[in-house]
């Protein structure tokens, strides 16, 4: 994979900005009021300070288990980890993306594309005040490239402001615009493998954490609540994000998840190397929540459907508006959806069944359709060809040649025929 000279430029200048702004906000930051306690009981930094040690080369446990963090140790609050489920839209039911089997998962021995969408985000009536709340997906690759460079990362960071009535719509923020998906679309996990966070974290209202963003969006001129940085290293990210934390300083963690491993083919599950605790990758709709509504969501979930990223009664009216829908549905649960696409790169290495079985589809319908133009054809009618004039068989030695014809003079157009001759003479 190369890297083009554009995709070097954005990164240095993500990166470039960042250390631009570092007087600035320095000075923000030593201005700003200090939060209270009761309201960021979290150390921002605490968190994600190493939090890229187990893909990061330069740390010293790189590539180790022992560089995964716990709940128990490294999370801030263990009620507040991260749960992933998956959507399984065949059945219309939720099932914990743990629970995703070997064989529904794509049988590729290669790398894979990874495209993550933000759906929508929900807070529950338990967290839902005029504070703003940071929502972040991390994604990166374990393997190295080629092993030539470190392993990339992928990030999007957005800010979601609610309105008066407490809700939080993506639409509005622009999370439906090719700008809110750019930085989380197109990632590859070598070996059909890597690693997936969520976090959303509630920052004071004096954040220097979003007095940050907002001049980065600024400087970036963007208009959306949002600051994606596509394919960064490893070691690069870690860096901004630990100076991002050290702005933040104190937070509330409504989710806080860990770098979990991604499994996205069969191959990659059967790695000898792989980490015990993993979720399973498929093309399709992800709910995240928290690990202290997972209860509360167990008590519903046989009556909840998942629809463009909300979840609803399947009882409800469905002539109601579809938010309306969903602010009765759960309403003490906070939750995060988004869209998962997996695809493999080489698809001849692929077999006929792929994730989410649209790959699959494909593949028959491509062996349906040659099948019907191989038999069309040979059903088809075909005009004869006129035979060939048959070449003269060589002479034999000694025999005598055959005397050919005098060849006709061909008539030409400046040629003109003779006048007649005058009786007269």
């Not at 263990?78 to 992933?84: H, V």
């Not at 993993?278 to 969501?297: A, F, I, R």
């Not at 459907?305 to 549905?329: E, T, W």
């Amino acid at each position: 994979m190369s890297v083009s000279r554009r995709r070097f430029m954005t990164d240095s200048s993500a990166l470039g900005l960042l250390a631009a702004l570092l007087p600035q906000m320095a000075a923000a930051q030593a201005a700003a009021p200090q939060a209270h306690s009761e309201d960021t009981p979290h150390d921002s930094y605490d968190f994600w300070n190493g939090f890229f040690d187990s893909v990061n080369p330069y740390a010293p446990n790189y590539g180790e288990k022992s560089a995964t963090r716990g709940p128990k140790d490294q999370l801030p609050d263990p009620g507040a980890e991260t749960q992933y489920l998956h959507y399984k839209a065949d059945e219309k039911r939720l099932r914990y993306a743990t629970d995703i089997g070997k064989d529904e998962l794509l049988d590729h021995g290669g790398d894979v594309a990874i495209s993550v969408a933000l759906s929508q985000f929900r807070p529950g009536n338990g967290d839902t005040n005029v504070r703003a709340s940071q929502l972040r997906v991390d994604t990166t690759q374990i393997h190295p490239y080629l092993n030539i460079i470190a392993p990339l990362a992928w990030t999007a960071i957005a800010s979601l402001e609610p309105d008066k009535a407490g809700k939080v719509s993506m639409d509005q923020l622009g999370f439906k615009a090719p700008q809110a998906t750019q930085g989380t679309s197109k990632i590859l996990f070598t070996q059909g493998t890597g690693k997936l966070a969520v976090n959303v974290s509630k920052a004071a209202n004096t954040s220097i954490f979003v007095k940050a963003l907002n001049v980065i969006m600024a400087g970036a001129k963007i208009a959306a609540p949002l600051v994606t940085l596509p394919a960064i290293s490893v070691p690069a990210l870690s860096a901004f994000t630990e100076v991002l934390s050290y702005w933040e300083d104190r937070t509330r963690f409504v989710m806080a998840g860990n770098l979990t491993t991604a499994v996205a083919t069969q191959q990659a599950l059967d790695d000898p190397d792989r980490e015990d605790h993993y979720v399973g990758l498929l093309s399709g709709d992800y709910l995240m929540l928290p690990q202290k509504h997972t209860d509360d969501l167990a008590k519903e979930l046989s009556n909840l459907d998942l629809i463009q990223g909300y979840l609803v009664r399947k009882d409800a009216d469905p002539n109601m508006p579809l938010a309306a829908r969903a602010q009765l549905a759960a309403p003490g649960i906070t939750y995060a959806s988004m869209r998962i696409s997996v695809t493999p790169l080489d698809a001849s290495m692929a077999s006929g069944k792929t994730s989410g079985g649209s790959s699959g589809e494909s593949s028959g319908a491509s062996k349906k359709s040659g099948a019907k133009k191989s038999s069309s054809t040979s059903g088809s009618k075909t005009t004869p060809k006129e035979p060939e004039p048959k070449k003269p068989e060589p002479k034999k030695p000694g025999e005598p040649k055959t005397p050919e014809e005098p060849k006709k003079p061909e008539p030409t157009d400046t040629q003109t025929p003779p006048p007649p001759a005058d009786p007269t003479k």
